[in-house]
């Protein structure tokens, strides 16, 4: 079951109270409902967000990244795959609960993030932020992956990135896809998001029966957002190309600063975004993604160097 939590009307910042919302399988619903009015497709494009955090007020900007690291924890915790014999799940659990109950969980990921750290998930992250703990520092792509796979789950990266000829490509990460202009890369990006919502997920759910997907963390400078899912307006076109399906592409967000409603035509436009114009507003982007895999203990050594993957292995 997929809920959302609306965190608004009786909470203090960063706290999660009230009780939860009947509301993704009716949000989702509602959303494919409205939009096939609009003559938009949505052919297996929504993940399972098991609840909306977010924040009374905005001045908590530095945590937006621990907020969507916990959507997707909430939603592996649901998932036997990621819990069924995983040594880490009491952990995974201890996350689930707590920021259902009190906080956004921020002091236990800081306390996850470091025992990553110690374990020797990052390094290089590791050494540039030291200790996190009790601190407001920023957050983003590199160490949601590093809590992630120390909880024993697949999280990979991509790396898109407009660069100059006479730029140096300063990305830690190690496989970039690189554009010419932000056009380019906005219909790149809605593409890849196209083919992972359809394909990653297509084996595992055909064997399993289970027809959700995790969703996608999207770092961009100075915020991230939670993907929840992509539609495409469809038109009568012998050919198109990807920045053209930008622009006829909505992109669906659960955003940390932003409050869910219920009313279906407002649930509409606080979550959808049009993908060339939100992924024209910056010159580079980090997606993370959940793999339908576990790391298991002999690939945990492994797993702690952490390099982006070649876009292509998704849009393959």
């Not at 797993?303 to 849009?315: F, G, N, R, T």
Request: proline share 4%.
């Amino acid at each position: 079951m997929i809920e959302i939590i609306d965190l608004t009307d009786e909470v203090d910042e960063g706290k999660v109270l009230g009780s939860p919302l009947p509301a993704v399988s009716h949000a989702v619903n509602s959303l494919e409902n409205i939009c096939a009015h609009r003559s938009i497709s949505f052919p297996y494009t929504f993940s399972l967000v098991s609840s909306h955090l977010m924040f009374k007020s905005q001045p908590t900007n530095w945590s937006c990244g621990y907020t969507n690291i916990h959507m997707m924890i909430d939603t592996c915790a649901q998932m036997p795959l990621f819990t069924q014999n995983n040594p880490q799940n009491a952990l995974i659990q201890r996350i689930y609960r707590e920021g259902m109950n009190s906080n956004v969980a921020i002091d236990v990921l800081q306390e996850v993030l470091e025992m990553a750290w110690d374990e020797g998930f990052d390094t290089a992250g590791a050494q540039d932020l030291g200790r996190i703990r009790n601190t407001k520092k920023w957050i983003g792509a590199t160490e949601a992956i590093s809590i992630l796979r120390f909880l024993g789950i697949d999280a990979r990266v991509v790396d898109f990135k407009v660069t100059t000829t006479t730029e140096t490509l300063t990305s830690p990460l190690s496989s970039c896809a690189n554009f010419e202009n932000r056009r380019d890369m906005a219909g790149c990006i809605t593409k890849w998001i196209w083919a992972y919502f359809n394909n990653v997920w297509s084996d595992f759910s055909r064997i399993s029966g289970i027809s959700f997907l995790p969703p996608l963390y999207l770092q961009e400078s100075g915020h991230s957002r939670t993907i929840a899912g992509i539609g495409k307006e469809w038109v009568n076109a012998e050919e198109s190309d990807a920045v053209a399906d930008a622009e006829r592409s909505s992109v669906f967000f659960f955003d940390p600063i932003i409050k869910i409603v219920m009313n279906e035509n407002k649930l509409v436009a606080k979550m959808e975004r049009n993908a060339l114009s939100t992924f024209t507003n910056s010159h580079s982007f980090q997606i993370v993604y959940l793999a339908p895999n576990r790391i298991e203990p002999g690939q945990r050594d492994s797993s702690k160097l952490i390099v982006s993957e070649p876009v292509d292995i998704v849009l393959i």
